[in-house]
């Protein structure tokens, strides 16, 4: 194993313990991916997962990580779910006598709050588990010792802000935003190549440490290439963030020299992009690539208030850090406002496919 030392972004953990702007009691619209996804997961591992090959020696243990786990519950059923279809996999074959043992891997940023994440690990569970802190963007399993990744909601958090973004005086200064959306060409390039360099360096990792025959499912969001990113329901919601901090900036109580330095490092990437990557590190082929619909959220009499507080729960670390922990309650609140004046943007986004399913398998 290689050891570089090398300076880490920082990173911004979701909102941990169980408090009431707590990602693990704000994750439900998550939740409700994970359900609507069972049923495609279940199929890819039954029909792209060569199990009986992964028990052909004994004793067998079959190894599943689920990186940018957060702190739960989500990452607990999703985990269940592919060990329930791996098992399925193997009974419906009728040969295998002796189950084989499963180890999952809970990974997050060495900042995500492990604890709570290890409370609520079901005491009931067909697995062993165990945490396993670190960037996905690098290394973090020994060589070919994996059979299934599953990563949900994760990939669109980019490693950090490209340098450019920083420079005053570069066309990539994004003066009063914070998001690509509706911003410069050269604003979404520099977005663009940050997710390149960070797919290009998740997949190399995840070359290394599948083996052959595994598989990776991720999901993301997403959005068609030809559709912008002021048209992506989440990526309106980006830009609400943007005019309240403006508006606060307005009022004084923050400055528009901070709002202009700030960028959220969230990405939507599109199904070109992702193809370009995989095929460019040549280890996986994609099995399946759809851009999904399950923004029921965005439709039809928008909750604001729901909206926000999964926001919340996401981006208050990073917000806080940057802004400072006292703008954090009055921001939210102007953003349910903002959410409700432009309501109608939301009613009229792209909404038939903004979540990205992938389903790579190592060769
Ligand atoms: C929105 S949460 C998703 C949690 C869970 N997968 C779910 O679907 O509910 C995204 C998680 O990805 C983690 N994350 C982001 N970038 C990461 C990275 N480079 N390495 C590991 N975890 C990362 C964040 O810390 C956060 O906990």
């Given at each position: 194993m290689s050891n570089v030392e090398t300076k880490m972004p920082p990173t911004y953990p979701?909102?941990?313990?169980?408090?009431?702007?707590?990602?693990?009691?704000?994750?439900?619209?998550?939740?409700?991916?994970?359900?609507?996804?069972?049923?495609?997961?279940?199929?890819?591992?039954?029909?792209?997962?060569?199990?009986e090959a992964l028990v052909s020696s004994r004793p067998a243990t079959i190894r599943l990580a689920d990186l940018g786990c957060s702190v739960g519950p989500n990452t607990f059923i999703a985990m269940q779910n592919a060990i329930d279809a791996i098992q399925m996999n193997l009974t419906s074959r009728g040969h295998i006598t002796e189950m084989p043992e499963f180890q999952v891997f809970f990974n997050d940023h060495a900042a995500n709050d492990f604890n709570t994440l290890f409370k609520s690990v079901p005491p009931e569970r067909p697995y062993y588990a165990a945490g396993v802190p670190g960037s996905f963007h690098g290394r973090l399993f020994p060589e070919s010792s994996l059979h299934f990744v599953h990563s949900q909601y994760a990939l669109q958090w980019l490693s950090r802000i490209p340098d450019e973004m920083s420079n005053r005086n570069s066309p990539a200064w994004n003066k009063g935003k914070i998001h690509c959306t509706n911003a410069s060409e050269a604003?979404?390039?520099?977005?663009?190549?940050?997710?390149?360099?960070?797919?290009?360096?998740?997949?190399?990792?995840?070359?290394?440490?599948?083996?052959?025959?595994?598989?990776?499912?991720?999901?993301?969001?997403?959005?068609?290439?030809?559709?912008?990113?002021?048209?992506?329901?989440?990526?309106?919601?980006?830009?609400?963030i943007g005019l309240s901090l403006m508006d606060m900036a307005k009022e004084g109580t923050i400055s528009e020299e901070q709002v202009d330095c700030f960028n959220l490092p969230l990405y939507a990437a599109s199904p070109a992009e992702i193809a370009r990557l995989v095929k460019m590190d040549s280890s996986f082929h994609i099995e399946t690539m759809e851009l999904l619909n399950t923004q029921s959220r965005y439709e039809g009499g928008v909750n604001a208030q729901e909206i926000v507080i999964h926001l919340r729960a996401g981006l208050e670390g990073i917000i806080s850090k940057h802004f400072g922990s006292e703008i954090v309650d009055e921001l939210f609140r102007c953003l349910v406002e903002k959410t409700r004046e432009f309501s109608y943007l939301l009613d009229s986004s792209y909404k038939e496919g903004t979540l990205m399913f992938l389903v790579l398998k190592r060769h």
């Open positions: 979701m909102n941990g313990g169980e408090g009431p702007y707590s990602y693990s009691k704000n994750s439900y619209f998550q939740r409700a991916t994970t359900n609507v996804l069972k049923a495609l997961i279940d199929e890819a591992i039954i029909e792209k997962l060569n199990v604003v979404c390039n520099a977005y663009a190549g940050q997710f390149n360099k960070d797919m290009e360096a998740f997949l190399k990792s995840r070359a290394e440490e599948v083996a052959a025959g595994g598989i990776v499912v991720l999901t993301m969001p997403g959005k068609p290439d030809d559709v912008p990113y002021s048209k992506i329901p989440v990526c309106l919601m980006y830009d609400f």
